[in-house]
Every structure is written in C-alpha cells, then in structure tokens.
C-alpha cells in the first residue's frame, strides 16, 4: 500500500547549517571541509573521516557525541541511530516532525558527504570471501538513501567529483543550495546505491554458483559520455562494471580521439579474440572490422603475425580494429601505421613503437596490462524489449574438447592444428560462421549469413579475391582447414567448402543429418572431427 504524501511543497533555496561527512575515499575531503567551515557550517563526522579533519585543524563533532552512543562492533555501528536519521528525514516544514526532533533533541542535518566501503574494489581484487563481506557497507546505502528521498530539505553528494560543484555553489549563493541541484544530486545519489547492490548481489551469485538470480540487474559507473551511439541520432554512454578483466574498460588510451561506441564494441570483439592465443606461444594478431574478424594469424614475429593477418583481407581491414597479444615493438608498429587503422590494442607498447604511432595523432592506442583469460566465467547480457537476457560468458576453449574424428581418415598433425586454430576465430565471428585456416593464418571468413552454405561460399569468395589482391597462385583455401561454430545442417555447406579447397572440418556435430555430412566427406577423403561445442555468437 503506497504513502501518502502530505504534499508540502519543497523550499527552492536551503541554507547548509551542519554537515554530515563520512567517507571511505577521502581524496578531496580536506579540501570540502575547509570550504564548508569558511561558510560557517557545523561539521559531524565518523571514524576514520573524523580523525583526518580533526588532523588538518578543523573543528569536527564525532557522531557519537550527537547520538549519545559509542561505535561499536568495529564501526558496524556508529551512525545507525535516530538522531542521525531522524535530522536526515524530517520535513522541516511539517509541524508534526519539527515537534518529535524538538522532544527528542534531534537537529537537522542538511548535508551529507558520503560514500561507500570499496566492496567492488575488494571484490575485483579477488578478495577472499570474508573479506568480500566485511567490505559490504551498511550504515553508507542507509544514509544516502536517507538524504536523497528527502531532497527537499537535504544535499546529498556521493561522488568526490562534484565537490567542486557544491562548493561553487554554496559561494555563488550564500550557503544555500537550489531545489534543482539537490534533485541532481539526489538522483545520482540513488543511482550510486543501486550499482553498488547490483555489485554485491552479482558477487553472491558468483560466490555461490547461483546462475538464475530471481532478481537480476547490471550496474556501471559512467566512465564517457559519447558523442553518440551505433548512429549520430542515439545518445550514449560507457559504464564499467568494475569486472577486473584485461579490455577495452580497463585499458589506458595513451593516444588519440575518444574512443566512439562502435570503436568500443569493436575493440572489445577483437580482444576476446585475441585471447584464445596466450602470448606465451607465440606472437598473434587479428583484425577486426564491425564486430567480426577480416584477418587473424600467429607468426614467427608480431610483425609477421600482423602482415599474415593483413594479408587474409587487406580490402576490409581499412579502418579496423587490430588486437595483438604481445608487447607492440617498433617493427610491427612501421607496417600498422602504413594502413588507415582506428584502434591498436596491446598487453604493453614499446617506447619506441609509442614513438611511431605518435605520427598518427587520431589513432587510438590502448594498453590493457594483459590479455583476458578465456576460460575465465562471467555474464554477457542483452536487451530486448521488455525484458534482459543474461548467460554465462563462452569459456569453452578447443583445449579443453575431446576431438572425435567421425570420417574414414583421420586429420594429420598440421590440419589438426588449423582446425584448431580456425575453431578458436569461428568462435568470435557473427553466426552463420565459416572459417578457413592454413598453417596458423584464416584463409577466407564468411560471417553472419542466414544460411550457412552463403557463409562456405563468402568465405571461398573472400579468399580468390586474397589470393589476387596478393599475387598468389592460388587461394590459401587450398588444402586448408575449414570450422563451422555450429553444425551443418545439410552436406551442401561441407561441399562448398570442400570445393574451395578443404580438407580438413571441424564441426559441433548433431545434426540430425550428421550421416549425410561424414558420408559426403568420406567420399571426398576429407577429414572431419565433431567438437561437441556449438559457439553461436548473435
């Protein structure tokens, strides 16, 4: 049954007498409390906050003198009490609420500076579980919460970001904050609380290996406001989740524009991809153009790596995307800057390589510290109307997959390793997905098609037009190793692919014409092994 409201209009102008302040991170605090005390207004603090302004000369009540009672259980308790909640809560127009503060010696407080135990720091930290706990605030949620339903009477401030903000503020208007940069606040403030649950109930879920929450919800903290979205007419914005996973969100941009949405959703594709190949086994490099691949390969150097890439697809890789999962060195550094490309993204980048791109000032150039774990769990999430649709990330790696070979002929060594190697790029390209692979290097990738005899035949396509663009012979398709990410439907996919010259397949398996499929490739001594893992990407 919802309140009433006794629809006392809110006063535009509110004059900050006290302050409540209590902060994990205090970076700035100092700074606002000298402000606030030139304004003449009377400081409450707690714990660790109060100690720090105590310490720089100010003068600062401890919550516990105005509650009358101690913290106690480590700091669980201190500011859980009506005194403090009863001066956050009351409508100071309401002469109902001015007579209980007057009969219980409550004042008002009419600031409050507040944030929160570091839970998502510690979680991503790898926090063991106690830890984790301990570091869930509950006194913080309470009296922001507080604060910002009674916006009317109080300021609220949760993020050291807009000291500067209030501060200005109170000078520009005598002490006094308006209605609508309370409401501002206040619906920060909120959004603050939310995130942070949302972090806490996500790490539960984890913790326990709960996989359907019955309440769900993703929570970011802004990091850019972008220029647009997909398209100029859609607004946007990029939120990280605080996940301590080597990518595009934790990555430094050490040069170069803002980074666009579709450079992020982009980037992001091409670095899950890149880590199926730990930089302990060898250099690789894949090239990413609107979301799927155009040219992925290992080589004997990162600059050979990148040319083996390039070379699959020199047409679409104009202006894409290229992963590395090495140091960038100043010779692969040379041959990039040689194509219009929007972003690099490395573990780590060479002085002198940074030196290089330094010539290009628009080309972004990211630094992840690392490559992400592949196996590693995690949700993706999607929106439809109405509703969310959240699962588990895709951690299943070709590694870790018992092979059956199905055919009459086995693969030999060197076609097991291209199957492998092109199953690992099928997995990040958009269903229908096709990929041809020869001696550590995709030969021609046909992405996102409604059938996947088109997806056979794009990619047979797109490796006659490789083949001309660099002079050869022959398509690399000849004698390659081709990956479907899920089953052949029907055996004309597997014979198209056969026609451009595989003769090696990796598939999921379990069709119900799986028979037809190893029939046909029985008869054309291709080799063919089942994986049991569908890879469907949409």
């Known amino acids: 049954m919802a309140v009433a409201s006794k629809k006392i209009p809110a006063p535009d102008r509110v004059k900050i007498r006290t302050a409540l302040l209590s902060v994990s991170d205090k970076a700035g605090i100092i700074e606002l409390a000298k402000a606030l005390t030139v ?69 008002s407080i009419d600031l409050s500076v507040i944030n929160l135990y570091p839970f998502e720091e510690v979680r991503a930290a790898g926090g063991d579980y106690p830890t984790t706990v301990e570091n869930i605030d509950i006194g913080g949620p309470a009296m922001i919460r507080a604060s910002a339903k009674n916006h009317a009477y109080v300021t609220i401030v949760t993020d050291p970001s807009d000291y500067p903000a209030l501060i200005e503020a109170l000078q520009a208007n005598g002490g006094e904050t308006d209605y609508a940069f309370r409401q501002k606040l206040a619906a920060k403030a909120y959004a603050r609380t939310a995130a942070y649950d949302t972090a806490i109930s996500n790490w539960f879920a984890e913790a326990l290996e709960i996989e359907t929450p019955s309440y769900r919800t993703i929570g970011g903290v802004l990091k850019e406001a972008m220029r647009y979205g997909e398209n100029p007419h859609q607004s946007a914005g990029f939120y990280v989740t605080g996940e301590n996973r080597p990518g595009v969100a934790t990555a430094v941009l050490l040069q170069g524009k803002q980074l666009s949405y579709n450079n992020i959703n982009d980037t992001d ?73 929007e972003v690099i993204i490395a573990p780590e980048v060479s002085d002198e390589a940074k030196a290089i791109i330094a010539s290009k000032k628009n080309l972004r150039l990211l630094v992840t510290g690392g490559l992400p774990d592949p196996r590693s ?74 059938s996947r005899i088109d997806s056979a035949r794009i990619a047979g396509l797109k490796a006659e037009d490789a083949a001309k663009a660099m002079g ?35 598939q999921p398996g379990g069709s119900m014409r799986d028979a037809e499929v190893i029939a046909a490739a029985d008869e054309h001594g291709v080799a063919m092994v089942f994986t049991g893992m569908r890879h469907f990407r949409h």
């Open 377 to 450: 769990r995690g949700i993706t999430a999607k929106t439809v109307a109405g509703g969310l649709l959240v699962q588990s990330r895709d951690n299943g790696v070709i590694e870790d997959v018992d092979l059956k070979v199905v055919t009459k002929r086995a693969p030999t060594p060197t076609e097991l390793e291209d199957m492998k190697f092109a199953y690992k790029v099928a997995k990040h390209v958009k269903s229908n997905a096709i990929v041809y692979a020869k001696d550590g290097q995709t030969a021609g990738i046909g992405a996102g098609q409604m």
């Open 472 to 506: 050869w012979a022959e398509p690399m398709t000849k004698g390659s190793a081709v990956a479907s990410e899920a089953f052949f439907p029907f055996a004309d996919g597997l014979l198209s692919a056969i026609a451009a010259g595989a003769t090696a397949v990796i």
């Open 269 to 341: 594709g091409a670095f899950e991809l890149i880590g199926e190949f730990a930089a302990n086994q060898g250099p690789a490099c894949a090239i990413i153009k609107h979301a799927n691949p155009c040219g992925v390969a290992t080589g004997s150097t990162l600059r050979d790596a990148y040319l083996r890439a390039l070379a699959c697809d020199s047409t679409s890789a104009f202006g894409g995307i290229i992963a590395l999962n090495q140091l960038l060195d100043a010779e692969t550094a040379e041959e990039i800057v040689k194509l219009f490309t």
């Open 39 to 107: 304004q003449g207004v009377k400081l409450l603090s707690t714990g660790g906050t109060h100690k720090a302004i105590a310490a720089a000369g100010l003068a600062v009540t401890d919550v516990s003198e105005v509650t009358g009672f101690p913290e106690i259980m480590d700091g669980r308790v201190k500011t859980l009490h009506p005194t403090v909640h009863g001066g956050l809560l009351a409508i100071r127009d309401d002469e109902e609420h001015v007579a209980a503060m007057k009969t219980h010696g409550i004042e």
